[in-house]
């Protein structure tokens, strides 16, 4: 089945420890994308990748790192995580940049940093 | 800058009433604009795409080029159609695609 993985679903973790949160996709998608989604400010995109070993920064960056050594494989990383990264965050990937196609979506995973 | 508005949060309607969710886009350039739904306790999926021209589920969007405006559009909505909507914008970044999200709007349509 296609589709885009997210682990863990649920995590719970203390500031500054650090985590990464991992995303693959079996769809050979060349797009990858990280957001996060907060009670009234919809879906914010934090880092986006569209090929292996090229990544940018989307809009709320700051706190976040990524990479992207292999093509199926796009983990968010976060260093010292504070209590204002408490979020949902998705997993997205797409063949052709989301132009036709769109985004497939992974289940999300619920952080809470206390 | 790319910026995509959803001036309500809520929408409220009766089963078989039409339904209008409004979209509100900023962009330099040609934009590329989509739907996407999120049903309770499922993930985030495309509804529709503007350059396909597509109705889906009885859903309809036009741009609006003027008014830089992608509202999405139900002529009789049914309960089913209960969920969270967001408008989506696809721009270019500096390493190629920016998707930027409205708010979003919850749509409860009521029996």
């Known amino acids: 089945e296609a589709q885009v993985t997210q682990n863990p679903r649920y995590l719970i973790t203390v500031t500054g420890k650090k985590l990464t949160v991992t995303c693959s996709q079996n769809m050979n998608h060349e797009y990858m994308s990280w957001y996060r989604q907060d009670p009234g400010l919809g879906l914010r995109q934090i880092y986006y990748s569209m090929n292996v070993e090229v990544t940018d920064k989307g809009d709320v960056p700051e706190g976040y790192k990524v990479s992207r050594k292999e093509k199926r494989n796009f983990p968010l990383i976060l260093e010292s995580p504070s209590p204002n990264q408490t979020s949902l965050y998705f997993c997205?990937?797409?063949?052709?940049?989301?132009?036709?196609?769109?985004?497939?979506f992974g289940s999300g995973t619920r952080l809470t940093v206390v | 800058a790319q910026r995509v508005t959803q001036p309500e949060k809520l929408l409220s309607v009766f089963k078989g009433a039409p339904v209008e969710l409004k979209c509100n886009y900023s962009y330099s350039g040609s934009p590329e604009l989509f739907w996407y739904v999120q049903y309770s306790r499922q993930r985030l999926q495309l509804l529709l795409r503007h350059i396909s021209r597509e109705s889906i589920k009885g859903f309809t969007a036009d741009l609006n080029k003027g008014e830089t405006s992608f509202h999405l559009k139900k002529p009789f909505a049914q309960e089913e159609d209960s969920a969270m909507y967001y408008c989506?914008?696809?721009?270019?970044?500096?390493?190629?695609?920016?998707?930027?999200f409205g708010g979003g709007t919850r749509l409860m349509v009521k029996p």
């Open positions: 989506a914008l696809s721009g270019r970044g500096n390493a190629g695609n920016m998707l930027t």
């Open positions: 997205a990937s797409s063949l052709d940049r989301g132009q036709y196609y769109g985004y497939t």
